[in-house]
Every structure is written in structure tokens, then in C-alpha cells.
């Protein structure tokens, strides 16, 4: 099983930054259950990541660990933003070029007019290492947290690093 061509890009871009990554291939997941079966053989926090969309428009990655769990219809609170919805699929192909089931922080890449803002969970930005797909579903890759961040910053996306697990009113 090999990468698609359409991860080339971000692998490079990755490389050209001096990130070091470790990808993992495996059978196509589409949710946070079936990815559950590949977490043994890849060590660090693994992730969710929800691509929604405020009442004005304004669009939002959310990533966290895999098994936090987030109240949509009360986060619009800690964003400061009115009514949370689950971004449509042509919405999220046309502006970060996936699919569901593959959301990532990578997919970022994708998206040079910087539409989406980016919420990262403050625990799993504690953490070492932490795991998203590379623009596809049949792949783990493995990153560093502050690697992550040099590469979001790279992009040029506004990035907020939030406590998910506190109550919506502590923010």
C-alpha cells in the first residue's frame, strides 16, 4: 500500500521546515472507533478533529486527544461565537481538499486564504507526540506538538491553544 500523490506536498512542505514525521500505513478509517485498532502499534496521543462552522460563517478545526469529549452545542461559549454546526463535506473538500474521515491538522496545507481558524486542545499539546491522518484515512502520521505548531504558524492560521477539558464557563 503506498501514499497517494496527493499527500507529496505536505510531506515535503513538512520537510522542508526540517520536521521529522513517522507514517504508518494501515486499512482506511473512518472513525475515531476504527481507528481505535491501529493506537497499540502507534505510541502518542491520538486525535479527533472536528471541522465546524458558526452561525456567521466563520470556520473552525477543533483537534484533540481522541477521547475528549466535546459538547458542540456548548463550545460556541468558549469560542466567543454564536451556534456551532458540523461543517457540510463539499464545504470541507472545497476549503482544506479532504474528505470526511480524513480531517486533519495537515489539511491546513490546503487552505492559503486562511479561512480556518484552529482550536488546539491544550493537553494534547502537553503531549510530546501526537498522531493525525496525512490528508487521507489509510495513514497515521506521527509529529512532534511543537512541530506542529511550527507548521501551523508556517501557514500563516490563527491557532488557540484551549483547555477543552475545563466547564465552558472557566473559560
Known amino acids: 500500500m503506498a501514499l497517494p500523490d496527493s499527500t507529496a506536498p505536505l510531506f515535503a512542505h513538512l520537510e522542508r521546515l526540517g520536521i521529522q514525521t513517522r507514517t504508518i500505513e494501515h486499512a482506511p478509517v473512518f472513525t475515531v472507533e476504527e481507528a481505535q485498532a491501529t493506537y497499540d502499534a502507534i505510541p502518542g496521543v491520538h486525535c479527533k478533529n472536528l471541522f465546524l462552522k458558526d452561525a456567521k460563517g466563520t470556520l473552525f478545526l477543533v483537534v484533540c486527544p481522541h477521547d475528549r469529549a ?19 463535506a463539499d464545504l470541507l473538500m472545497e476549503v482544506l481538499g479532504v474528505e470526511p474521515g480524513s480531517v486533519t491538522p495537515f489539511a491546513l496545507i490546503n487552505d492559503p486564504d486562511r479561512r480556518v481558524t484552529v482550536i488546539l486542545d491544550a493537553a494534547m499539546m502537553a503531549a510530546t507526540v501526537a498522531n493525525y491522518h496525512p490528508l487521507v484515512n489509510t495513514a497515521t502520521t506521527s509529529i512532534g506538538t511543537a512541530d506542529l505548531r511550527r507548521f501551523l504558524d508556517d501557514l500563516g492560521h490563527t491557532v488557540h491553544v484551549v483547555d477543552l477539558a475545563a466547564a465552558p464557563d472557566a473559560a
Open 70 to 88: 466535546i459538547a458542540v452545542n456548548q463550545l460556541h461559549k468558549r469560542l466567543g461565537c454564536k451556534r456551532l454546526s458540523f461543517g457540510k
